[in-house]
């Protein structure tokens, strides 16, 4: 069992544009890995440049940041059904709404199920290591339009260099900086890292730009960042 | 108890953005109307832009037309959740799945009810004349970009009138003539004009770019065009 | 997987008692086909006698449209509970409130799912539509007490003649012409049509009053009246 | 706050048809007593003759009794919606499918809730109970086609006597002796009558086919049968 | 098929601590036969003396009879998540909240499906006779802490013998005397009785103090009291 | 508004009772405060050692983190219920399941809402910050059974001082620290910090041991430690 996080960065060109070509990758190599091999996963669908859009509106229009993270949360859900709607009759057709709901479904179909956002205060991260977590998965991988963790950050830092290994006491300490605004959560949020660390959940960063990294982590090979423990 | 549309068409500008401004405008009348005026109402917002973008993508990855018309029912239901975030304390915080669920909420609160689409096979337009339909709505107002019904295209033909007033049958004819793939509903789909007739609802086009045309259509000033019974 | 709508007007006689041995018969076919073959299907059930019993008073009594079509989709799910409990352990035990209901219990279920109405405004028939979009059926098979379309009205017109085909363009000018009064949806109604039209879904009226039609049309015999795109 | 109790048996005349003018006047009578004088209620309806007919059918065909009974309650459901279309705006609009159900809408709405049957193995005296135990019901108002309890069977001993009150312990006695296949809960259940001991409900057994005497019975006049603790 | 009720009275000792040995054995001796034998079963959890200790509480708080029987109903359900966390994932992951929702379940799992008390007026003994009911099981599987029915009360009468077999018009009388407070159904309450009586369950007796003797009984060795139609 | 968070440590005595006693007090309290002056509030309750004692039997029989997450969930919600019958009919009768649907309630009801935990991965602080957060709470009350924050560990260091205030930046310095197995998240986790730095929530940690000190942090008067922005 693998759950795999598909960043909301992946999804959006620099014109706001979905990558129609990439969601059909992607529908490719996850109809050949989890369909074909028998592997079983659950996938989580971040909000994105969609999310952002819409939390920048209502934030502008007064909400309070609970209901901003539940317009992120909806927005995922919406990200979400457009693997639904690649996937076909693999996919489970409707996102839950939380956990408790993820496990009963995973209790009672072998199909994929898809997630977006789960409640207010964790990010589409924080849903991804919860599942990890209630289903004993194999592995978390984390798809992101960077290749992983780097020792600096690589816009800025010529000498950024990707680390392939991580222990997780470093992880928790990179994220104590980040701020959490709604719709804010780089990285990894602060909730995820914490369920990561209590269940020792072998995490991996990669780059999900090509799907083929995908194909790649899940028979092993070494890319990205995995983080230890 | 008013019913009030509000068009996708006005939600979005011509590079795919949210029209802020707008939207704050809106938030603004309705507190006015609904909440001091102690008239009650109940919205539904339409997909627009949004609803057809991800449905383009489903549709090309290739998903049935039900599935895409879910996509267009939970585009509209994100767009909901804008007004949601705008009107604040006034409103009732989730947009309902169906029409039952909709009628028992508008049984327990007196909060305003926003509604995004409900089922596949019908158009958010259909939603507003069910909901009009069960709670025996004193009208229902129609807001899109346009002025109104017009004799003929007006992009097309200069000399295209705006009608102000047009009858049901009249109105029958005009959208029998429409296609269904989901997602284009455009005017008013057949289910919601059938609604209508049955029930012989007060149906009133108006232009809902400026947020005071609503306030003259509740105060029943005469403006775009009035279905007749 | 075919769905199967069977409809209001043959579950009744004329003294509007329940026809208990058809419904028995009706048990044996289904568990032929659909247990024993591993075809998979969907039956959606009418309101019939008893959804028109319950209108008409609900009528008289001040309901509106909405409410009385309310009435006729409970009333087909009593009916539909009646095939529940005769189909037993091959049939799900609770017919579904509406379509995306129905969808996620078809992807974790084998299971006969029964349907009666979900929701306002559409008849059983735009409900097994939607079903047989929603799930890329098949067939579409159409059950009622009549053979099938006609060139006219049999009981008025001794020339009237059974139509072997008819094309979907000819089936909606012939619906255009039906009124929409809450549980009177003669044939076929709009709503339904355009969803066949749409998804060019195979439809075949039959005789429903001898379930060996049933096996008939699902074998692929020619029987009743093929609508063709 | 009173609970109601309308016996199935008032609901139907002896050739199956809904009385529709009781119903009529029912509305009336409920309209007038509760939405004038500020008293609150909640209304069971029983399933009578549409249960039995439905059950009749089930248990010839091979359904369990579970599932009979789930006939009794869905039917009771149905006749309930008779009273909500009455009713209007006064009532809440749909019947809750259990008591927690119910008790979390009543806890809401200041509209009547009316209710069917809840689950299997109880009669609807047995919801009514239930309800009124929940509330703390100043009374339970039990109205049958009959004056109240007698002495023996009317209908088969000439010197019967109605009995103007009853011992909750007699009462007992009395229905120790019932049957309880699926749809024949006569009188009183015992699941029901166990509850109205232990929590010493005010019970009152009176003749629905006549509403004012539903009025005379809220008012503290002498009618029907007190049960007394 | 079989239905295992399991009494909260042999999960505490006299310290009101939960007996974690036992629990581990339970779990053990069920997934051995239910798991590997392919035989299916329910499983029904008492409140005990959590329920007991609760009810306690809210009744000397003035909480109604209701209101502490649904006390009563959770505190079986948390029993049985111990249930659901010892068999991990063999067993469904939620205790459904009523007998509909159980027997959905049951329809679209195979995994055991692990139940607490359903609604107020019955005991958790009436919801595990409810569910042999509906599923039509093969055995109902009653383990207490004592070693099945007895011809007195065994800690006052010396000479009490346990009886092999009791008919269950005898158990009926038995049970006929007893109280019905919240938490207080001594043995087995009337509506379990009735259930079991009308369609005929095989229900059987046992001392669940030893989890061997679930299998003996599974297996149809003599063991305990069992009820004779 | 109010969110009072009632830590566990306060419902259980050593011998691991239930104080009753304690649990009237607070309800005449609550009664007083809220329900007389018209202030509002939401009341979460924890789980205390009715959750340790659940979790160390799951954890002990081979459950997963999340799923201890959730026993600890659960028995925070049968402590809620402990509330909910004390309080009686001036608190809506269900703890709600999540954030998304205690919301929705607050919206359709005045009735005070009381919550146990939410979601696996945080406590029931994280719970009660949430809340404050959607509903934008006047103050967020934490009760337990400590003075409020202290300099160093009050029963290791004799020169411990509880702090007036502290700031949210020494807070979460503070927590840092902790672990976050299921069940044990001490004085506030991570994720409630977290919501309540972002929206600058007035956090108070009072001595919940004798409920006057709610009234006095809810009048204003300096009582424990305040939480400063």
């Known amino acids: 069992m693998f759950v795999v996080k598909i960043g909301g960065s992946i999804l959006f060109d620099k014109e706001y544009q979905l990558k ?18 028998k592997k079983k996963c659950a996938i989580v669908v971040g909000g994105g440049k969609l999310a952002r859009k819409y939390i920048a509106v209502t934030r502008a229009l007064g909400a309070n940041e609970a209901y901003n993270d539940i317009m992120g949360i909806e927005a995922a859900k919406l990200n979400a059904r457009l693997f639904i709607g690649a996937l076909g009759d693999i996919a489970y057709p409707e996102p839950p709404n939380n956990l408790q709901e993820f496990h009963a479904l995973f209790n009672v179909t072998d199909k994929i199920i898809i997630c977006g956002g789960f409640q207010p205060g964790q990010s589409t991260n924080a849903v991804a290591a919860s599942i990890a977590e209630i289903v004993t998965a194999e592995k978390l991988l984390n798809l992101t339009d960077v290749d992983g963790v780097y020792t600096a950050d690589p816009d800025k830092d010529p000498n950024a ?60 090979k070494p890319i990205g960042t995995l983080i230890t423990h």
């Open 20 to 37: 129609q070509k990439l969601l059909s990758n992607y529908a490719k190599t996850i109809r050949n890995i989890f369909s074909e091999s």
């Open 161 to 220: 260099k990707l680390m392939k290994e991580l222990a997780i006491s470093d992880l928790i300490s990179l994220i104590a900086k980040q701020t959490t605004k709604a719709g804010q959560y780089p990285l990894f949020d602060k909730t995820a890292v914490q369920i990561v660390q209590r269940s020792k959940i072998v995490l991996q960063f990669i780059n999900g730009s090509d799907p083929e990294n995908l194909m790649k982590a899940i028979t092993g």
